[in-house]
């Protein structure tokens, strides 16, 4: 497949996702979990700019001196495999301006994958429709092909189905971040089974009539008591939230951070105050986003 100069750089935003439901339904024989999610993108979002450069490298730089810059990095992950898939000369030189918090189960990296995908396409000129793409992306990571997607949607398998649904209202969502991270990968394997049974059926049922009270209180995570079991301030959290006029809260993928629906802007920043008193600092209040990218 060919390519041609069309650009000398681009500039992207990467949004934030947040998992309204996330149910695992069972264990792959290629070591993936198969999930069902419903997910939702942020106006929270990282920008990604990409220059071309005349050295085969691909040189990232950010705003957070402790983050990886080299192949550990999903967006240098994510140059390298274009340049490789087209056999593309020249290099790229990347800034990464994080706005979404690290390791806090927003999906941050992989929407940092997913802009570069779709900005090195952009900035070589490939013909490469957005299947295609998704095919590239859930190598990489097992988010990126909804990231790639954005708006509302069904998520099924290791994440590569995907089913787009009527785009959600909007909504203020207020986000906190606990302090400490935790890895996916040991959450998944201390997975032992849901806590609880849920019916994601009513939660696609109001998504699809667009009632906020219904979404709000059918929110589901499977992965949600394995961290509220390590530490009580999920609990804490939720309950300052509800206290402070939340509709529904939730963690998000596999944690910590937890989000909550708020009507306006006035409660969710009342709630922000309540949990920086507590030691929460990590705290963001932004709202849902749902224009889906078009693709090739």
Same mark, same amino acid.
């Given at each position: 497949m060919q390519y041609k100069d069309n650009f000398k750089y681009v500039t992207l935003l990467a949004?934030?996702?947040?998992?309204?439901?996330?149910?695992?339904?069972?264990? !792959?024989e290629d070591g993936y979990h198969d999930l069902k999610m419903v997910m939702q993108t942020l106006l929270? *979002?990282? @920008?990604?700019?990409?220059k071309k450069i005349d050295e085969p490298v691909v040189n990232l730089k950010t705003n957070l001196p402790w983050l990886p810059v080299d192949n =550990?990095?999903?967006?240098?992950k994510a140059a390298q495999a274009i340049r490789?898939?087209?056999?593309? =000369?020249k290099g790229v030189e990347i800034h990464l301006t994080k706005?979404?918090?690290? +390791?806090?189960?927003l999906g941050g990296g992989s929407a940092d994958c997913?802009? @570069?995908? %779709?900005?090195? !396409?952009?900035l070589f000129g490939i013909y490469l429709p957005n299947e295609e793409l998704k095919k590239i992306g859930i190598r990489l990571g097992s988010d990126v092909p909804f990231l790639l997607t954005q708006g509302t949607a069904l998520v099924e398998g290791k994440?590569?189905? %995907? @089913?787009?649904? =009527?785009?959600?209202?909007?909504i203020h969502v207020l986000l906190a971040k606990p302090p400490f991270s935790v890895s996916t990968g040991t959450v998944f394997k201390e997975y032992r089974g849901p806590s609880k049974v849920h019916n994601i059926n009513y939660l696609l049922k109001y998504i699809n009539k667009g009632y906020l009270?219904?979404? +709000?209180? *059918?929110? +589901?995570?499977d992965l949600e008591y394995i961290i509220a079991n390590k530490s009580c301030q999920i609990k804490d959290i939720k309950s300052i939230m509800t206290k402070n006029g939340a509709l529904g809260t939730q963690m998000t993928g596999s944690g910590p951070t937890v989000f909550g629906y708020f009507r306006n802007k006035t409660s969710a920043t009342y709630a922000m105050r309540e949990l920086y008193k507590k030691g929460v600092r990590e705290l963001i209040i932004t709202g849902t986003f749902n224009r889906r990218r078009s693709g090739k």
């Open positions: 949004n934030a996702k947040i998992n309204l439901a996330l149910k695992v339904v069972g264990k !792959r929270l *979002n990282d @920008t990604i700019f990409i =550990k990095n999903l967006v240098v490789k898939e087209f056999n593309i =000369k706005e979404i918090p690290v +390791s806090a189960g997913a802009a @570069t995908l %779709i900005g090195m !396409r952009k994440g590569d189905i %995907i @089913t787009p649904l =009527k785009p959600h209202p909007f009270e219904g979404i +709000s209180k *059918n929110f +589901s995570n």
